[in-house]
């Protein structure tokens, strides 16, 4: 399963690298449909596979498809919405857990009424194909035409996303590694059993979903840095409360859907903070999600590294580390950030 993960991330890393400048020529509808079609042909062809050679090649080109349709998606509607794009990048990110969400309780009614796991695999492929037909006959919004600044203005520019770049990759790295190690952290610590450590699991994503619904509305109140700094000091004050009261189940409970409120707007809030300060391109999103890519395979690892030699109590000390480094970047980005909302500047 190890090698399954690596391959999809390794995958997903290399297509969000190479695909931005492609939806900067234009035609991105056209891109992501046919993305989705070789994602439907992809899933489709797994059941068929019996090597684990051939599963890895599967998966590692389903990555590079999944990143292209990512960063499309979220560089399209930011193509259309331009500074107003806040709210819509939340409801489009709350989709995407929805899809999450959904998806393995299609998957269970399929194999619960058919019995066969195979058709799993192609009722999902099935439902992607319309979609694609249906996007592939709207027009695609043109690139943002963008002139360019002093030189100085340029390096200031540089500086403030490099600096952006480091908070996504800080926040996603705790995101997935709090989500993919709460289960283990439970049973470690020895206060739930293993459905109770399920329970967790189930506690943090629904409390992401939420928070992502909930941040439709934030980011049409508040500004995003806001928000951002918000989310990593309910971070903070998560951590700190597990650090504090480390045998106590019900402040596990609690401090799992705070972390999981607290993270769900970083994402969308972040990439519509990129928009109204640099204007975003397809090759600013795919660094974009470069950056979260590097930061969800880093992490986590190191997490789970300290979890299972240096205990529970190390990992979560960890987290807040990386949430306190997250809120002193984002204090430097407050600083470099222009006050207005004039994306004129183009990122090298």
Known sequence: MSYLFTARALGYLFGAGLV????????????????????????SLIPFTAQLFWL??????????????????????????????????????????????????????????NGDVMWCFWALSGLVIPVAATLFLLP???????????????????????????????????????????????????????????????????????????????VMRYHPLIILIGGKVGCLVSFTLLLAMPFSDIVLHISTILVGLSLAALFPTTLSFCEQQLGISGRLTGKFFIAASIGGMSFPWVFGQLLEYQGPETMVAAMEGASLVAILVLMAICKTAKPGTDHVLKIN
């Open 20 to 43: 931005g400048r492609w939806y900067d020529r234009g035609a991105g509808h056209a891109l992501i449909s046919g993305m989705l079609l070789s994602m439907a042909l992809l899933f």
């Open 56 to 113: 890895v090649a599967l998966l590692l080109l389903l990555g590079v498809a999944q990143s292209m349709v990512d960063v499309g998606s979220n560089t399209l509607m930011a193509w259309i919405h331009r500074t107003s794009v806040a709210p819509f990048l939340s409801g489009l990110h709350f989709f995407f857990g929805l899809g999450g969400f959904v998806a393995p309780l299609l998957a269970s009614w399929v194999l619960l009424n």
């Open 140 to 218: 695609s919004p043109p690139p943002p035409v963008t002139r360019k600044g002093s030189e100085v203005a340029r390096s200031q520019n540089n500086k403030l996303f490099l600096a952006i770049l480091l908070f996504v990759a800080i926040f996603v790295g705790v995101e997935i590694g709090f989500g993919g190690w709460i289960y283990s952290y439970g049973l470690a610590t020895k206060l739930v059993d293993p459905v109770g450590a399920a329970l967790l699991t189930s506690l943090f994503w629904g409390a992401y979903t939420v928070g992502r619904l909930l941040s439709i509305t934030l």
